[in-house]
């Protein structure tokens, strides 16, 4: 019902910047939460932001700072800019949104993830 697509994923240096977007599309009503979520290799899936319909940010503490999240509530995107990256940014980075597909029906939705690589 809701597709998220996602693009920006690399390998880039430390230091250096990537920006990852994410489209939402679908039978969409509207978006409550969107945001970037990551697992590194032996780790759980962890929050790097997270934005409300209203504008309510929320960032992990190691990426303040460095990471702005932006939406468009008209057009489903997000963006994700990526500054002063570091090794231990290295992970697969998933798109999340909750949406309404109906004024009842709110669910969690999922993107296929893109490798996000930073070399020391």
């Known amino acids: 019902q809701v597709q998220l697509v996602e693009s920006g994923g690399g390998l880039v240096q430390a230091g250096e910047s990537l920006r990852l977007s994410c489209t939402a599309s679908g039978n969409i009503l509207s978006i409550k939460t969107m945001g970037w979520y990551r697992q590194a290799p032996g780790k759980q899936r962890e929050l790097v932001a997270t934005k409300t319909r209203g504008g309510n940010t929320q960032y992990t503490d190691s990426v303040k700072g460095r990471f702005t999240f932006s939406r468009d509530n008209i057009m489903n995107t997000g963006t994700l800019q990526m500054n002063s990256l570091k090794p231990e940014d290295t992970a697969v980075y998933y798109c999340?949104?909750?949406?309404?597909?109906?004024?009842?029906?709110?669910?969690?939705?999922w993107g296929q993830g893109t490798q996000v690589t930073v070399s020391s």
């Open positions: 999340h949104v909750e949406a309404y597909t109906s004024s009842l029906d709110l669910n969690d939705y």
